[in-house]
């Protein structure tokens, strides 16, 4: 069966650092990847979606970027934090040989200071 | 374009009542549809689809929903709510055409069962 790491769970970071995140896929080949941010009260932002390694497209312009180095492995990155970065990091993944559902990771949640 | 939208942010209801939770969506093209339940501090996960067949579609953990094509509507009902149904509820739509990768969810509903 298939399943989806991320780490870490929770991350609490002062604004102007870096950030990595990252995300494994497991039972699967040749997934599509996303980052989804959860910003407090509110629902869920498509921020990067890749179909293969090195290939990403962005939905929101902003301070993050992301990567995909390997088939399975999708990494969310930043230079420098702000504040508005505080959130909930979702990564997830769908077979892309289906047109359907997403499946979800547990969540990275970040607080910037 | 793609859009969904859950009136309710927030339903209180008493344990073992029936519940409805909403969801209306805008699209030019057909679309599939999903419920997504969140519990705290948690990832999504999928309680239910419909992708085509009897607009009546069951779900896990007692969960059903219906598609109203003219109503483009896509409704969560559940006639009996437990206290572990606390979660906060996601709507979403995928364009049912080739290539299509994203998912669009609605804000959330979150449901709070009273006990």
């Known amino acids: 069966s298939q399943t989806i790491h991320q780490w870490p769970a929770t991350l609490v970071q002062p604004v102007g650092s870096p950030l990595s995140l990252e995300c494994t896929v497991e039972?699967?080949?040749?997934?599509?990847l996303y980052w989804y941010r959860q910003a407090a009260g509110r629902g869920l932002q498509l921020l990067f979606y890749?179909?293969?390694?090195?290939?990403i497209s962005s939905e929101v312009p902003q301070n993050l970027s992301a990567s995909r180095p390997q088939d399975r492995q999708f990494i969310l990155s930043s230079k420098k934090l702000l504040l508005s970065d505080s959130g909930f990091y979702l990564c997830?993944?769908?077979?892309?040989?289906?047109?359907?559902?997403?499946?979800f990771g547990p969540g990275t949640r970040l607080t910037v200071t | 374009a793609q859009s969904v939208t859950q009136l309710d942010s927030q339903v209180p209801v008493f344990e073992e009542a029936p519940v409805e939770l909403r969801c209306n969506y805008s699209?030019?093209?057909?679309?599939?549809l999903f419920w997504y339940v969140q519990y705290p501090n948690q990832g999504l996960q999928l309680l239910l689809k419909?992708?085509?067949?009897?607009?009546l579609v069951k779900g896990i953990n007692g969960f059903e929903a219906e598609f109203n094509k003219s109503q483009t509507s896509f409704h969560l009902r559940k006639p009996s709510v437990h206290i572990s149904d606390t979660a906060e509820y996601f709507c979403?739509?995928?364009?049912?055409?080739?290539?299509?990768?994203?998912?669009?969810f609605g804000t959330g509903t979150r449901l709070t069962v009273i006990p």
């Open positions: 997830a993944w769908r077979d892309s040989s289906s047109f359907y559902e997403q499946y």
């Open positions: 039972g699967t080949s040749n997934p599509n």
């Open positions: 890749s179909v293969g390694i090195g290939q």
């Open positions: 699209s030019s093209v057909s679309v599939y």
């Open positions: 419909y992708l085509s067949g009897s607009t």
């Open positions: 979403a739509v995928t364009p049912v055409q080739t290539g299509a990768n994203n998912l669009f």
